[in-house]
């Protein structure tokens, strides 16, 4: 399943102060889905207003009950496709904040989130039939609902693989950008070849960023977009899919640019591999 990662990022304008190092997706929610995109990395931001999302420091001022509504729409004219929403850092991350983000699922007809019980045992032999009529919704289509990293997804996070190094950068041409693709190429493969047990698993198909990184990244005159682009992950990733022994979430950063083609290229992948059937489970494959 393709996942954008901090997906609501995409509500991000190019005017706001310093959007080159926060911004990971071009497009809101319904562009996403156009896009390819199953799966939503939703990070909630509690405050006074109500719930919003955000990436880090940087509030995102649209309120997640208005773009699931955007979601669901979607789905409903899309009865067939399988769409997942992912919560994770919480800010706060208090139960008060959590049980906010929970009723306003709740209120637009959305499943119970697994883990929100403080249990992931409901993914434990579920299978796709089972999924799929666990998030049928009342209009049409399907929306999977879930606590994320540090609860029920497995992040393989690696901070090491960052775009910007001392010996070079990720673009392509720049001095050492074919050893640092290959070191993500490689983490992609390895963490491919691990058969998920319990949790989902994430395989953090983008660059990492640190204050170092990030500096020279805006010292380029760069940015998290336009590094996705120059590096080539994306497009590179269409034709390694099929080779990768396990898939669950595939996480990318600017999820529209080749989107539709790696979409596409899981599709196909989850096909000859006979998943989607109603005795496959989600943990074992794609979803």
Not at 91 to 105: E, F, I, L, R, Y
Not at 115 to 133: H, I, V, Y
Not at 247 to 268: F, M, Q, T, W
Request: a negative charge.
């Amino acid at each position: 399943m393709l996942m954008s990662h901090d997906s609501a990022t995409g509500y991000i304008s190019e005017k706001t102060f310093l959007w080159q190092l926060s911004k990971t997706q071009n497009g809101d929610f319904t562009a996403q889905l156009n896009c390819g995109v199953r799966a939503f990395d939703l990070r909630p931001l509690c405050n006074a207003d109500g719930v919003y999302m955000h990436h880090g420091i940087q509030p995102i001022k649209y309120r997640i009950e208005d773009v699931v509504k955007d979601i669901i729409t979607w789905a409903g004219e899309h009865p067939r496709e399988f769409i997942s929403l992912v919560n994770s850092h919480y800010s706060p991350n208090t139960d008060d904040c959590k049980g906010k983000v929970w009723q306003t699922m709740a209120t637009l007809n959305l499943m119970p989130s697994i883990g929100s019980d403080g249990s992931c045992d409901r993914l434990k032999g579920l299978t796709t039939n089972q999924a799929m009529k666990m998030t049928a919704l009342t209009g049409g289509g399907h929306v999977f609902v879930l606590e994320g990293e540090g609860m029920c997804v497995d992040a393989n996070y690696d901070a090491s693989l960052t775009c910007y190094r001392e010996n070079g950068d990720c673009l392509k041409g720049s001095p050492g950008s074919e050893d640092i693709n290959k070191e993500l190429f490689l983490y992609i493969n390895e963490t491919a070849s691990r058969k998920p047990k319990t949790n989902l698993t994430t395989i953090q198909a983008h660059w990492q960023y640190d204050s170092t990184s990030v500096e020279k990244m805006l010292k380029a005159g760069s940015n998290i977009l336009n590094d996705t682009k120059l590096s080539g992950i994306n497009k590179k990733l269409i034709g390694i899919i099929p080779q990768l022994e396990y898939i669950n979430l595939l996480e990318v950063d600017n999820a529209c640019l080749d989107g539709v083609e790696l979409a596409e290229s899981l599709k196909a992948r989850r096909e000859n591999l006979g998943q989607g059937q109603a005795g496959s489970t989600t943990t074992s494959d794609s979803t």
